[in-house]
Nanobody, 127 residues
Framework: QVQLVESGGGLVQAGGSLRLSCVAS????????MAWFRQAPGKEREFVAG????????YYEESVKGRFTISRDNGKITVYLQMNSLKPEDTAVYYC????????????????????WGQGTQVTVSS
């Protein structure tokens, strides 16, 4: 059974930073894509960032480019989301996700399905 567990969320002031982590079990994380999504209150879940199986390809939602960085450590079966220059509009529950592909391109990062999801971690950015 695949399990994804996020951590690292919390309360931070605007302009601050947080690093989210997602640890996988029951799955060879090193072989598959990983991604971060978020869902703010009253809004639909949206794609944030994705990374290919070996970290060679990344893809970001436009509003987080230059502020967020996705990375992975396959030895630790962990994927990270470094979030800098946080804004109140970044407030959301952040979810880790994965699927049975090694890489995606362009809009397939956010249009295609993800089979595996974590339970989410809350990020709150105060103004």
């Amino acid at each position: 059974q695949v399990q994804l567990v996020e951590s690292g969320g919390g309360l931070v002031q605007a302009g601050g930073s947080l690093r989210l982590s997602c640890v996988a079990s029951g799955r060879a994380l090193s072989s598959y894509i990983m991604a971060w999504f978020r869902q703010a209150p009253g809004k639909e879940r949206e794609f944030v960032a994705g990374i290919s199986w070996n970290g060679g390809t990344t893809y970001y939602e436009e509003s987080v480019k230059g502020r967020f960085t996705i990375s992975r450590d396959n030895g630790k079966i962990t994927v990270y989301l470094q979030m800098n220059s946080l804004k109140p509009e970044d407030t959301a529950v952040y979810y880790c996700a994965s699927d049975d592909e090694r890489i995606r391109y362009g809009s397939s990062w956010y249009r295609n399905r993800y089979a595996y999801w974590g339970q989410g971690t809350q990020v709150t950015v105060s103004s």
